[in-house]
Each structure stands twice: as C-alpha cells, then as structure tokens.
C-alpha cells in the first residue's frame, strides 16, 4: 500500500496509536500533518520521521487544540494553502476522564464531547470540503469498544465513542456521492506503554492470544484509506483480540 504524494492529516499523533499512525503513513511515503495539542511532543514526532524516513515519506508538526472550532478549521486552511489537497484525514485525538456519574460536571462533560466528538463532526466537515473537489478522500475515525460496553464511571467517553459510530454512518451517507469514504474503528486493549511489561494473563485473556499494539491500528488505518478499497464504507472495524466476542463466566 503505497501512498506517495497523499496529504495525510493525523490529529492527537504526538503518541500512542496516532504516533505509530502517522510513523506507518509516512513509511508508505505520505506527507503526514501531525495535528498535536502538545508541541513538544508534535516536532518530537515530526522530527524523528523526517530524520528516519527515506520511502519519500515525511511529516510535519501543526500545533491545534480540537475542542476549538476556529483552530479545525485553521487547520484545513493551511493544509490546503499549503498543498492544493488532501487525501486522508484520521481523527484519532480524544481525552478520557474516569468520574462517578453523580459528580460528573456539565462542563467535564462539554470538554470530553467537544474533544471527542464535536472535533470529529468538524474536522470531517472541513476536510470534506477539500477533498469533494478531488471526488475523492478517506477519513477514518478512531473510537473504542467502550461505544459497546463499560466499565463504571466511563460515562462521557463511552457516549462520545458511541456518537462517533452514529457519526460515521451518517458522514458515509452524506459524503458518498462526493466520492469521500468514512469508516470506523473500534481498538480494544492496545498497549501504549512497555508492551514486555504485560503478564501472561493479559495477553491469555484474548482470543487472539495477545494484547493489541498500535500498530495493529495502524495497519487497519492504511487498509481503509487504500485507494482500491471505495467500496468500504459507514462500517466499523473492531480490531479487539476478539475480545468483544468472548462471553465471561466466574467460576
């Protein structure tokens, strides 16, 4: 899957899976826009991919704060001054916040909806507007098995998750005739920390035998966005172990 010349934009890729995201676009030789609240961490990235990559792949730090309206649409602005088009956008930032529902706040509850999901509407409405004048483009949009199941105290980011699959079907419908394709995916336990850290247990949960790395994001990314793969759309991909699929008994 090459993907020499695409304009690829990767929001929250100052780490975890968008770092590994915008690492693997680059490799297949894109221009990867690195759309990164934390600067530092954003030129860290930028700079490491444009020292290591020698596929014709590079990357390019833009600092933004996607709970902003004005800054998404900066953003797009500049991509487009910039390069005449783009080819890929992957909203991947998202925030988390663990809080009983009975403290949560109106205004905790506002910052993870517009971080989450608010920014993931806009993002994909401005970059919509470049790339229907290509009649082509590919936006996946990152959410979490937590839009299927929960643990206590996950009630924002759970709905925000679940809103971004209603999103998703919605944006393939609207966007399809323009020839924009938009799909999900749903990552289970990908490990962004030591991965030899992990005990055997963690890993024997899994069906698949092992717990997930970003990298397996990554793959899922370039496969949607491959230019052959237009008829892939309003769907979501669950890259999980299987663990969704796995029914749990207490002994």
Request: aromatic content about 6%.
């Amino acid at each position: 899957m090459r993907y020499t010349d695409n304009i690829v934009i990767v929001t929250g890729a100052g780490h975890g899976i968008g770092r590994a995201v915008a690492s693997m676009y680059a490799s297949s030789g894109a221009h990867v826009i690195i759309a990164e609240h934390n600067r530092e961490a954003g030129e860290a990235v930028a700079s490491e991919i444009n020292k290591r990559e020698t596929a014709g792949g590079s990357a390019a730090f833009y600092p933004i704060d996607v709970s902003q309206p004005v800054e998404i649409e900066q953003l797009m602005q500049t991509v487009f001054d910039r390069h005449g088009r783009l080819d890929v956008l992957i909203n991947n930032a998202g925030v988390t916040k663990w809080e009983s529902p009975y403290d949560l706040t109106v205004d905790a509850w506002d910052s993870i909806m517009n971080t989450n999901l608010r920014s993931v509407f806009l993002a994909s409405r401005e970059a919509a507007k470049i790339m229907r004048q290509q009649k082509r483009g590919f936006i996946v949009n990152l959410t979490s098995t937590r839009a299927h199941m929960s643990e206590p105290h996950t009630e924002a980011y759970a709905a925000s998750k679940g809103g971004i699959l209603a999103l998703t079907h919605a944006l393939a419908v609207s966007l399809g005739p323009d020839g924009i394709r938009v799909n999900a995916i749903s990552p289970g336990w990908i490990e962004t920390g030591v991965y030899s850290l992990l005990r055997p247990e963690d890993h024997e949960q899994h069906p698949a035998g092992r717990v997930g790395t970003p990298d397996d994001i990554s793959r899922a990314c370039l496969f949607l966005t491959q230019k052959d793969n237009d008829f892939i759309t309003g769907t979501e991909l669950v890259i999980d172990g299987g663990m969704t699929r796995k029914m749990i008994y207490l002994p």
